[in-house]
């Protein structure tokens, strides 16, 4: 199943379990998909996982070694519906709704708390918004995060289990390369060293030492194999 990008930003989303990765919703730009795709990576074999509870795209994803947290998308106009998918029977059920329906977003988080942050918001005009908001795994609780230093949209997001970075995005036409750093045990936002270019779309990943924010779409120089 062949999933694009769609106005630089439907992409699906992945969050990382234990020896796997998972892939989740999107589009094609005329049908919005709830599928999972479940990436093993001592073998480069792919599966068919569980289906998420709502179609949609734009949304984004992290999670623990047990559990992987899907949020927010639109199926227009945006939602702040949550998927919980439990990694060892592949079980996804309904989480904690967030507080703002928002698309566009990013995620990150260590072993027991995810951040979902920026993203865009219908209120009903466009809003790029800088809130986050902090997901408790045990007891799916939800709470109002610290503010981003800059509201955008179609962001990036990547961290270890003390920090985490997002990267990149969009406030209307205007692309950006800033980041922000989200220091989990003290709740504290400040800004990071800026990214490379100007760019949206972009992806992350990373280990315990290095982040890495690849590929994207430029307003100079159009799609890129950015790293």
């Given amino acids: 199943m062949y999933l694009y990008n769609f106005s630089h930003g439907a992409k699906k989303t992945v969050v990382t379990g234990n020896g796997f990765g998972l892939f989740g919703g999107g589009t094609n730009d005329t049908v919005n998909y709830n599928y999972t795709d479940k990436y093993t990576y001592s073998n480069d074999t792919v599966a068919a996982g569980t289906v998420l509870g709502i179609a949609r795209y734009e ?3 992290t999670g623990n070694a047990s559990l992987g947290v899907f949020r927010g998308g639109t199926t227009v106009p945006p939602s702040n519906y949550t998927d919980k998918y439990i990694y060892a029977n ?8 967030l507080g703002m329906p928002t698309m566009g977003l990013a995620a990150t988080g260590n072993s027991t708390v995810g951040i979902f942050g920026g993203g865009l918001i219908y209120n009903p005009s466009n809003i790029y918004t800088t809130y986050t908001e902090k ?3 045990v007891g799916d609780t939800v709470a109002a995060g610290t503010v981003l230093g800059l509201g955008r949209e179609y962001l990036a997001a990547t961290g270890n289990s003390t920090v985490g970075i997002f990267g990149g995005g969009t406030i209307g036409s205007a692309y950006t390369n800033y980041t922000d750093k989200y220091t989990y045990s003290n709740n504290t936002i400040s800004a990071g060293a800026v990214l490379g270019l100007n760019i949206i779309s972009l992806a992350a990943t990373g280990n315990a030492t290095v982040g890495i924010f690849g590929g994207g779409y430029s307003s100079t120089n159009g799609v890129l194999p950015y790293t």
């Fill in 59 to 61: 949304l984004a994803a």
């Fill in 90 to 97: 592949g079980t996804v059920a309904a989480g904690t709704v």
């Fill in 135 to 137: 997901y408790t795994y």
